[in-house]
């Protein structure tokens, strides 16, 4: 039996040098013709594939990163009589493998029990529609539906874990709700939904449309709340943006972290507090600089002590970002999501920080931090001994005390804005000479709009 494979915990895995997942089209061989193939597969094996030995060294390379899930794809990675021997190499030197092979006869439960003692971890097989007609159609050869569902059925039997992929297009847009009937009683451990894009033989006229778009992702948020599996999806990133906006009412609450989720049963009141908060938004009601000028420049100075105190300067982006989205102020995100992007901060970082803790971008230290961040932003839930003790793991005395105060001072500039009033979206960033400079200047200085 090969060894068993690691399964790290994400909050251990440091994303800028180890890949989350690693997806390797093995072959371009496949008996299927699906309407939308990316790979354009045909029949026959590409004598330009890696061998075996390859294959081996390919693994060991990827194993060199760390533990990443490696899904073995194509075409029809069943095509390569090697797969079984690439498998168990790969879950005894610590990956996890996973296989999507196409619903063919070729997926016989001989070779499943085979994948299954070489230690696979995930089988991932297509299903594109409730009835055999449409599966069927999609996937363009008879036979496939009944093959697919078979097999998921003796990998249930077997033990093994199971995923269902979904492409979502023109061809079943009207199946969804027959499709997530059957799915609940098939044992998935996922359901990792695909939105088609038009390149191999995909077309245009494919695609769903922007409502139908749309409606499913409203369907697949209502259903991940209840759903005995998991949901993913591809080529959809705006399905992040859809979870945040139904998540949205907890969020500016609470700060949607995990131990709040049962807030949900507030939106009624939190909606009204947000539309309380729009009235409330555009209008200064009170220029505090001009007022005490003596206060601003003591919050000034202490934020150019944390700005000076050694602090990554994007960690401390992220942390102004994380407490004003939990305070639900709209200035200081204005703010600070211009000044991480002029400071060269990914879109991607900025867009899913409020779900960090689900999301693979972040280093374990900037985890850290954006949990202390929460707990002190959130202080009547209280700070436990196991954070502090987790945080600082990632901190020293110094740097803890200097992240707390960064905390403090944005949770200050928070309760100025959103109190007193200021210009949401007036503000510019300055050019930077040196963006990622640990001690760059704070844009709140030159704030006089405040
Ligand atoms: S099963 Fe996959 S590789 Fe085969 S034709 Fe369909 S999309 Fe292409």
Not at 78 to 103: C, H, K, N, Q, W
Not at 148 to 170: D, E, F, K, Y
């Amino acid at each position: 039996m090969p060894a068993t494979a690691v399964r790290p915990s994400l909050a251990d895995v440091d994303f800028a040098t180890t890949p989350f997942i690693v997806i390797w089209e093995m072959t371009q061989a496949c008996q299927l013709a699906c309407l939308h193939c990316r790979a354009s597969a045909r029949p026959f094996r590409d004598s330009a594939e890696l061998s075996t030995d390859e294959a081996m060294r390919l693994l060991d390379e990827i194993r060199a990163m760390g533990h990443p899930l490696v899904v073995l794809t194509g075409g029809d990675p069943l095509e390569r009589p090697d797969v079984v021997r690439i498998v168990e190499y790969g879950t005894s030197i610590g990956l996890r493998m996973a296989l999507t092979p196409s619903g063919t006869p070729r997926m016989s439960e001989a070779v499943l029990t085979e994948l299954r003692d070489a230690g696979l971890a995930r089988l991932a097989v297509s299903l594109d529609g409730s009835t055999a007609v449409i599966h069927d159609r999609f996937r363009g050869v008879d036979g496939s539906y009944n093959w697919t569902l078979r097999m998921l059925a003796a990998a249930r039997t077997m033990g093994l874990s199971t995923q269902i992929n979904t492409t979502i297009s023109r061809h079943n847009r009207d199946d969804l709700e027959p499709m997530i009937r059957l799915l609940g009683g098939l044992g998935i451990a996922l359901w990792s939904v695909f939105f088609i894009v038009p390149t191999g033989r995909a077309r245009p006229g494919d695609l769903t449309t922007p409502d139908e778009h749309e409606a499913v992702f409203h369907r697949l948020y209502d259903l991940s709340r209840t759903a005995p599996f998991d949901i993913k999806t591809t080529a959809a990133p705006h399905y992040r943006r859809v979870v945040l906006q139904r998540q949205g009412r907890v969020l500016s609450r609470c700060g949607m972290s995990r131990q709040h989720r049962s807030c949900s049963n507030q939106s009624a009141d939190a909606n009204d507090d947000n539309m309380q908060r729009q009235e409330n938004s555009v209008t200064r009601r009170l220029d505090y600089a001009r007022v005490a000028p003596g206060a601003v420049h003591a919050m000034y100075a202490l934020q150019q002590y944390t700005q000076s105190s050694g602090l990554e300067h994007s960690l401390l982006e992220l942390v102004k970002l994380r407490s004003s989205e939990i305070n639900g102020c709209a200035y200081c995100l204005d703010m600070h999501s211009k000044d991480a992007r002029a400071a060269g901060e990914t879109e991607q970082r900025i867009y899913v920080l409020s779900a960090w803790r689900e999301a693979p971008f972040y280093t374990p230290r900037e985890r850290a931090a954006l949990a202390w961040t929460e707990a002190v932003t959130l202080i009547p839930n209280g700070v436990t001994d196991e954070l502090y003790e987790s945080v600082r793991e990632h901190f020293d005395e110094k740097e803890l005390v200097d992240l707390t105060l960064a905390i403090v001072t944005i949770n200050g500039w928070n309760r100025l804005a959103i109190s007193l009033g200021a210009d949401v979206g007036s503000y510019q960033p300055r050019p930077r000479a040196a963006s990622r400079a640990a001690a760059a200047p704070d844009h709140h200085e030159p704030a006089p709009a405040r």
